[in-house]
C-alpha cells in the first residue's frame, strides 16, 4: 500500500515538472526571438528520462546539478560518450578541455558514480537531491558560485557552478 502524502507529492513534482518544461519551451522561444527573459527561479525540477537531460542546456543552478545527476543514472557505452555527455553538463572552459575532461572522468565521475545514491533521496530520481547552502567562490567573478549538497552521515558536499555567457549556468568543479 503505498503512502498518500508520497502520492501527492509525486503528483505535484510530475505537475511542476510540466510547468517547468513549459517555461523553458517559453523561454527558448523568447531567445529566439530576440526578446530579453527573466532566468528560470524555479526550485523543482522535471524528472523525465536520463537521455533527455543529458541533453538539456541546464539554465538555472539546480537544473545543472540535476543534469549531472541525470548523468551519473545513466550507462553509457563506451567513455566517448560519457564525455559527450559531460560536455553539456560542465562549463565551458572545462568542456572543451580534453584534458581536463579526461581527469573530471578518471577521478570526480567514477567517484560520484560509485555514491550518487547517498545525495539522492529516491534512487533514480536525479532532482531528489537537497541543497544545503550556497556560497560565493572568494576571489573568483560573482558568476561562479559553490552549491553544498547535503548527504545523511556526512558534511554537506560542495559543487562548484559557473554562469556561462548566455546566462545559463554549468557545473565547473564537484567532490561528489
Known sequence: MSDPISDAK????????????AQRQLEEASQNSASPTVP?????DSSSEAPQDANTQPSSKRDAIEA???????????????????????HSSIATNK????SLVRFNWSRL?????????R??????FSINREQPVPNQPSTTIKIFLDAPNRNPTPCTLMQEADGSWKILTFSL
Not at 40 to 44: A, K, L, R
Not at 113 to 121: E, F, I, P, V
Not at 123 to 128: H, K, L, T
Open 10 to 21: 509525486a503528483k505535484i513534482k510530475s505537475a511542476m515538472a510540466l510547468l517547468l518544461e
Open 40 to 44: 528560470s527561479q524555479s526550485t523543482v
Open 68 to 90: 549531472l545527476f541525470a548523468a551519473a543514472l545513466r550507462t553509457f557505452e563506451s567513455d566517448d560518450a560519457l564525455t559527450e555527455a559531460l560536455k553539456t553538463v560542465m
Open 99 to 102: 584534458h581536463a575532461l579526461a
Open 113 to 121: 558514480s560509485a555514491q550518487k545514491h547517498h545525495y539522492l533521496n
Open 123 to 128: 534512487p533514480n530520481d536525479p532532482s531528489s
